[in-house]
């Protein structure tokens, strides 16, 4: 069977540093509150007229450097998002039309934390039947521009930032690759985490002073229910990719989730009777970037040696939907 290997990667983040003390100014809130709750000290917003897919072609152009391919080789273009520049079309045509690539293949996967694992794992199946050789995966997300930036949105306001990541997906040449993937779902729980506006169950999309002066189109979380769910789903999943693999922690370098919450990191890692240093952690620099956590944090922890070739790896994700996922990769 035809394995699919991570060949390239890379990842870009906005210029622009908001830092807890800039929040202070805005929001009504403290360095010492969002540290404690959060472990985040700075993140990285987008300047006006910046969306996600300037973010992301900086990070395809990068990892399709990294990988030695060129436009013309990638026949496939997924971009794992909520936050496409306009309402539609999505992020993954304008990459294949502002990168030169082909005709190709090219789609916007909606699925907020857990994204870039969903998209993983669809380009996973193409490269394994052998129908794509060579695909460009970017998890990309700009939650800043959805931010209240006052003292009403201070709950999620500090939580998030912007940024994108690429990897570039091959068949592998040797028994290295991704070893299995796992997606999971309950939709029961979608309001705990979401923007309702604009959508298509209103009239003109629900762009109306109304419904916008009651924040609709704003993000809303419930952060106790986010965080019950994500502590049970992490190590669920996690396990599940150990499970199906034969592996056992002891065998995984490292294992890289989407960077949520310092605290449920520290949580997962206590249920799963592992040290934090197995789980990796850059949410200090960058907050959360939604579907470009995993792939910027695999960028980061690989520059720092945390894993190298041979080694074990799991990535593990959840969020809005709720949705969650994990992937096995031995590099
Ligand atoms: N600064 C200062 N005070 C704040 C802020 C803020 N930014 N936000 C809320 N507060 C206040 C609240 O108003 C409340 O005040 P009150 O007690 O006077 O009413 C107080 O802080 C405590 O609020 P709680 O919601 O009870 O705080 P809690 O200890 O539960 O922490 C948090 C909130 C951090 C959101 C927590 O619920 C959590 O960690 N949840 C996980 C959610 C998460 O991290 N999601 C990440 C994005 S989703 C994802 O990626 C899957």
Known sequence: MIKTSITGMSFHVP?????????EEMMDTSDEWIRTRSGIQERRWVKEGEGASDLSIIASESAMANAGVKSSD???VIAATVSSDYYFPGVAVQLQEKMGM???GAFDLRVGCSAFIYGLSVADQFIKTGQCKTILLVGTDVLSTVLEKDPIGRDVGVLFGD???????????????VLSTHMHSD???????????????????GFSNELMEQRRHRLFMNGREVFRHAVKRFPEVIQEAL????????????????????RITEAVAKRMGVGTDLIYSNIHRYGNTTAA????????????????????????AFGSGFTWASAAIKW
Not at 243 to 262: F, K, M
Not at 295 to 307: H, L, T
Request: aromatic residues 6%; glycine residues 8%; contains cysteine.
């Open 293 to 316: 956590t995993i792939p910027i944090a695999m960028c980061e922890a690989f520059e720092e040696g945390k894993f190298s070739a041979g080694d074990h790896i799991i990535l593990a």
């Open 15 to 23: 210029e622009h540093i908001v830092t807890n003390a800039d929040l």
């Open 187 to 205: 939709g029961k729980y979608m309001k705990e985490l979401w923007v309702e506006l604009p959508g298509s169950k209103f009239k003109d999309r």
């Open 243 to 262: 499970d199906v693999n034969n592996l056992t922690l002891n065998d995984i370098a490292q294992i890289i989730p989407h960077q949520a919450n310092r």
């Open 74 to 76: 990638i026949d496939m």
């Open 102 to 104: 082909d005709t190709i």
């Open 163 to 177: 940024g994108a990541g690429a990897v570039i997906l091959q068949p592998s040449e040797n028994d290295s690759g």
